[in-house]
């Protein structure tokens, strides 16, 4: 690794150069560090390149949602902070759903709430979005919002695959920082002190190497370090606690009590995940439709009215950053839509996918409305057979967040 180069911009849809075209630039390193997030764009590329992730779990994700809300001050309670697991996840028998929630107080009179699905789901009638805006008809949600009014709205993908998923850090001339390694702690919610602490073991590491006659080789040091760190330690004794909610929630809910309180860790066996999230979709027909209560424009909105507080905008000549990839191409009409029922058009949070109705064959095809990407990549996660390809758009596209 040498550094890294930036994309060329001013390029139309159909790839041909514009006027504002300027090619991108190269900027050379000894040490390239990549900390941009889950499932960064460059990250994956690294990774596979250098076959970082061998001999490790696969990653497993989550999709957040979040709205922020402004309410009366007389209602406001500084420093609330509210977790729930469960509700309305775990409907049936069968649906099995990782997910929880947040919802915090800020100051000045602000309440932020969120809802987390854990992308390793099986039914794909299931809608994330849906699920979120009927969680916040519940009692101890809805005393929060009520006479307040909806400011904000966004959603972002997160690493859930804990201590077993973290892939190899180190390769020559670079390293894998904060979620772009999966460092978050799903049982908190939480990953932002860990990516500091990243950073930090990272900095010195490579400060070290650039002293070195060999500034541009592998800084291993950072890998040791990091193993060493309460990073890992932390990681650990929550290791299981995820792949425990694969028997249902109350089982899920005492084996995570027991591992986080008590064993710390410490027990012999590991719950692993060898498949992707897009490989745990089960056929529809094992399933029935969930019937999703319409919203009230109060304290539940329809997903257009919300996608507009997102602020996403997208030039709308410049190459499409949502692809099929090459031999995917039949996957959705032939796969994703007789066999799972379209699942892209419910798991997307900002109505991306839909499919077409029927051609003379009988097939539906899909539908890519790239310019509501609010950049949470779950489609580069769990579409039909992992078809979707996420890239980073041209210049400042997606998501204005204003408040978060």
């Known amino acids: 690794m040498e550094g890294v180069a930036t994309r060329d911009v001013g390029i139309s849809k159909t790839g041909e150069t514009k006027d504002s075209f300027e090619r991108g630039m190269e900027l050379r390193a000894s040490q390239t560090l990549f900390a941009e997030g889950a499932r960064g764009s460059c990250s994956e590329e690294v990774m596979?390149?250098?076959?970082?992730?061998?001999?490790v779990d696969e990653q497993t994700y989550g999709l957040g949602l979040k709205e922020v809300w402004e309410v009366p001050e007389e209602q406001f309670q500084a420093g609330f902070v509210q977790h729930t697991l469960g509700w309305p996840l775990q409907a049936g028998p069968m649906d099995k759903t990782f997910g929880g929630s947040f919802l915090y107080h800020m100051?000045?009179?602000?309440?932020?709430?969120?809802?987390?699905v854990g992308l390793d789901y099986q039914n794909p009638f299931l809608n994330p979005y849906q699920e979120f805006q009927r969680w916040k008809h519940h009692p101890v949600v809805r005393k929060h919002l009520e006479g307040g009014r909806c400011i904000s709205y966004g959603a972002r993908a997160l690493n859930e695959g804990g201590y077993h998923a973290?892939?190899?850090?180190?390769?020559?001339?670079?390293?894998?920082?904060?979620?772009?390694?999966?460092?978050?702690?799903?049982?908190?919610?939480?990953?932002s002190h860990t990516a500091i602490k990243s950073g930090m073991v990272a900095a010195e590491a490579v400060h070290a190497k650039l002293e070195t006659e060999e500034a541009a080789g592998e800084p291993k040091e950072y890998q040791t370090a990091m193993e060493?760190?309460?990073?890992?330690?932390?990681?650990?004794?929550?290791?299981?606690?995820?792949?425990?909610?694969?028997?249902?929630?109350?089982?899920?809910?005492?084996?995570s009590a027991a591992?986080?309180?008590?064993?710390?860790?410490?027990?012999?066996?590991?719950?692993?995940?060898?498949?992707?999230?897009?490989?745990?979709?089960?056929?529809?027909?094992?399933?029935s439709e969930i019937q999703y209560p319409k919203p009230d424009g109060v304290l539940s909105f329809d997903l257009l009215t919300n996608l507009a507080r997102s602020g996403t905008i997208h030039e709308?000549?410049?190459?499409?950053?949502?692809?099929?990839?090459?031999?995917?191409?039949?996957?959705?009409?032939?796969?994703?839509?007789?066999?799972?029922?379209?699942?892209?058009?419910?798991?997307?949070?900002?109505?991306?996918?839909?499919?077409?109705?029927?051609?003379?064959?009988?097939?539906?095809?899909?539908?890519?409305a790239a310019q509501n990407c609010v950049h949470c990549k779950t489609c580069d996660i769990k579409a039909t057979e992992g078809m979707i390809k996420w890239t980073v758009p041209e210049g400042g596209g997606g998501p204005q967040y204003t408040v978060t």
Request: proline content about 7%.
């Open 48 to 55: 596979a390149h250098f076959g970082l992730r061998e001999g």
């Open 316 to 368: 709308a000549d410049q190459p499409a950053h949502l692809t099929v990839k090459t031999g995917s191409e039949a996957v959705a009409s032939n796969v994703g839509m007789p066999t799972f029922a379209g699942p892209e058009q419910r798991f997307c949070p900002a109505g991306v996918y839909g499919y077409s109705e029927p051609n003379e064959e009988g097939k539906r095809e899909l539908n890519i």
């Open 259 to 287: 591992s986080a309180f008590v064993l710390k860790g410490r027990e012999s066996w590991t719950f692993r995940n060898t498949k992707p999230d897009h490989a745990k979709t089960l056929p529809a027909d094992q399933f």
């Open 166 to 191: 973290i892939p190899k850090l180190t390769f020559p001339g670079g390293a894998l920082l904060g979620c772009s390694a999966g460092f978050l702690n799903s049982v908190k919610i939480k990953g």
């Open 228 to 255: 060493k760190s309460w990073v890992y330690d932390e990681l650990k004794e929550v290791r299981n606690c995820h792949g425990a909610f694969a028997a249902g929630l109350l089982p899920g809910l005492a084996y």
């Open 107 to 116: 100051e000045p009179n602000l309440v932020l709430v969120g809802f987390v």
